[in-house]
């Protein structure tokens, strides 16, 4: 109401209620991370769109993304799965993705060979998807591209790229 910042506990206690649910990025959270990153931190990333934005290429947000992709890889192998690997890796991968992203990696490489025996069009979409979002990470002599911690605010980046990401999954197709 009179334009200020927002409370850091809002944005800190709205990121305990994710971790403490293994991932559960609702539209209300997403909205309070987007809100306080663009008021309180001056995140630019974000403010033009709603939704998914495909050109932002920070670290922490692609890699909320590729986390996404990875688990609708398991899903689409394994149909009816009762635990993700949201429910397993979310809290790792969004603290210390340098430790967990090469497990997913290496899960995701079995879940793409049993995709391939049933869809090969399956296939080709995530890896090209994959490789999309890999681009966009920086590599440098120094960095692999995956930092091995994120800090609060990076946190926050990855969930709302994960929830924008799997919100893109479920957008309707248009019409050609």
Request: with cysteine.
């Given at each position: 109401?009179?334009?200020?910042?927002?409370?850091?506990?809002?944005?800190?206690?709205?990121?305990i209620?994710?971790?403490?649910?293994?991932?559960?990025?609702?539209?209300?959270?997403?909205?309070?991370?987007?809100?306080?990153?663009?008021?309180?931190?001056?995140?630019?990333?974000?403010?033009?769109?709603?939704?998914?934005?495909?050109?932002?290429?920070?670290?922490?947000?692609?890699?909320?993304?590729?986390?996404?992709?990875?688990?609708?890889?398991?899903?689409?192998?394994?149909?009816?799965?009762?635990?993700t690997?949201?429910?397993?890796?979310?809290?790792?991968?969004?603290?210390?993705?340098?430790?967990?992203?090469?497990?997913?990696?290496?899960?995701?490489?079995?879940?793409?060979?049993?995709?391939?025996?049933?869809?090969?069009?399956?296939?080709?979409?995530?890896?090209?998807?994959?490789?999309?979002?890999?681009?966009?990470?920086?590599?440098?002599?120094?960095?692999?591209?995956?930092?091995?911690?994120?800090?609060?605010?990076?946190q926050?980046?990855?969930?709302?790229?994960?929830?924008?990401?799997?919100?893109?999954?479920?957008?309707?197709?248009?019409?050609?």
């Open positions: 109401l009179e334009d200020s910042r927002y409370p850091e506990s809002l944005y800190t206690d709205t990121l209620r994710i971790r403490a649910e293994q991932g559960k990025v609702t539209y209300g959270r997403a909205a309070i991370i987007k809100a306080f990153l663009i008021k309180n931190r001056g995140w630019k990333e974000g403010e033009d769109n709603m939704g998914l934005n495909e050109e932002c290429k920070e670290t922490s947000y692609v890699l909320g993304r590729i986390f996404a992709v990875l688990e609708s890889i398991q899903k689409d192998a394994n149909p009816g799965i009762n635990a690997i949201r429910d397993r890796y979310f809290n790792s991968a969004c603290a210390t993705p340098a430790s967990i992203f090469p497990v997913l990696i290496k899960l995701k490489n079995s879940h793409i060979k049993k995709i391939d025996r049933e869809s090969v069009a399956g296939k080709i979409y995530y890896e090209k998807l994959l490789a999309d979002l890999m681009g966009k990470l920086e590599v440098s002599e120094e960095n692999a591209g995956i930092p091995k911690r994120l800090s609060l605010e990076e926050g980046k990855f969930m709302l790229g994960y929830y924008h990401q799997m919100q893109k999954k479920y957008e309707k197709k248009e019409d050609k």
